[in-house]
């Protein structure tokens, strides 16, 4: 059968589910005559060390070796051997009922891109999802709805169906539990259109310890999710601390030279400059980090073009940086040799506040030029690769 034969594939990642595997592939061919289309049911063993792949076969399953260990490879591989014009995904473990298909379907055939089996809109079977995945499972979703701006109810949930152009244009590259986000994350990126159906989640058969440990699978979701989105990650919080550090040192600029500064009841000396320095400093660098990981993501292509890139690209060139790093870096070392020529002038004293402040703000004015000067060639290397991508 060759793949414009094949209108649904059902692909269901394996790893020792000797237990189960040969129920879920009948069930996968059950729901395939029920719908009366040309289809295929594909197992990705992922190195099984039990009966398994010798079940599926024996239930009528193309089994697909994948050694690269991982949920998410193990997918991925099943997909990329798929030949179906529909690609229906789930559990080996009898969880996701296949008999359901055909409402996975439905929108698809209707314009869908994808379509996600949602079991907090369906039903949970009692003994089916443990206490930490009730909780976990809808913290996930939030914490993706929030950043990537869509409105899911189970960003989580293994049975999903998809059609083959859709699935050409998500690039996935996630190896483990975590490419269930991801594939969520690069739709919503690509523009693709995700519906969700209700569907009934059944207590598993395997019969043995989960492959997913809740905290470190979760903790692999949210670094996805932050890597995913830098302007959370770098750019806001950098952007804050920049500003708030450089309040900090630009408010002491205006008390009086051999005087603390008063906030009400509060002294802010030299010491909160300090702080605002290491603000300044720590934030510029987030922020500089930020538009790396915005090229890195485009030269990558794990998105597409960026506007503010092209904006930043076409406007801030090396020469312009070079320039402007070059005048804060002379600038900074003005201030702080005026101050030094200051103190010597008054025979080696003690520096009063305002000297002392002085000698922060054009220390760290220098240090940002610094930075800039060099992260000046390293963005202009990098612009290269940018603009050939």
């Known amino acids: 059968m060759d793949g414009e034969d094949v209108d649904v594939s059902i692909v269901i990642p394996c790893l020792n589910e000797e237990n189960s595997i040969g129920i879920v592939v009948e069930k996968a061919w059950q729901a395939l005559r029920a719908m009366n289309v040309s289809g295929e049911v594909v197992v990705a063993d992922n190195g099984s060390t039990d009966r398994s792949a010798e079940i599926a076969r024996s239930r009528g399953a193309r089994v697909v070796a994948v050694p690269e260990k991982g949920y998410g490879n193990a997918l ?45 809109r369906g039903t949970i079977l009692p003994g089916a999802m443990r206490w930490s995945s009730r909780i976990g499972n809808p913290l996930v979703t939030a914490i993706l709805n929030l950043l990537f701006r869509s409105r899911l109810s189970d960003s989580q949930s293994g049975m999903r169906a998809f059609t083959r152009e859709a699935w050409q244009r998500l690039r996935l590259q996630s190896t483990g539990m975590e490419f269930a986000s991801e594939m969520l994350i690069q739709a919503r990126r690509a523009g693709l259109r ?86 300044t400093l720590s934030g510029y660098t987030l922020i500089q980090a930020h538009f790396l990981a915005k090229i890195y993501s485009v030269t990558h292509r794990f998105q597409e073009q960026d506007r503010v890139l092209e904006v930043g690209f076409r406007l801030l060139t090396a020469e312009r940086v070079l320039l402007l790093s070059l005048l804060a870096i002379l600038l900074g070392l003005g201030i702080d040799g005026w101050v030094l020529y ?22 760290t004015l220098a240090a940002l030029g610094i930075q800039a000067f060099f992260h000046a060639f390293l963005f202009s290397i990098m612009g290269d690769a940018y603009k050939r991508r």
Do not use: C, N
Not at 97 to 104: A, C, K, N, V, Y
Not at 342 to 363: K, N, P
């Open 76 to 120: 991925r591989g099943g997909i990329e051997a798929a030949r179906g014009r529909y690609i229906v995904m789930g559990d080996a473990d009898d969880s996701y009922d296949f008999l359901e298909t055909p409402r996975l379907l439905a929108p698809l055939r209707e314009g869908a891109d994808i379509v996600i089996g949602s079991r907090f």
């Open 194 to 279: 995700i519906a969700e159906v209700p569907i009934t989640f059944h207590p598993d058969r395997r019969g043995r310890p989960p492959h997913l440990h809740p905290i470190r699978d979760g903790w692999r979701h949210l670094k996805l999710m932050l890597t995913y989105s830098p302007t959370v990650l770098f750019l806001a919080p950098g952007g804050l601390m920049m500003l708030l550090g450089l309040l900090l040192m630009g408010v002491q600029l205006l008390a009086p030279m051999d005087q603390p500064l008063w906030l009400g009841p509060v002294r802010l000396d030299f010491h909160w400059a300090i702080l605002g320095s290491l603000l």
């Open 342 to 363: 200051d103190w010597i002038a008054q025979g080696y004293g003690a520096l009063v506040s305002g000297h002392t402040r002085l000698v922060i703000f054009g220390s």
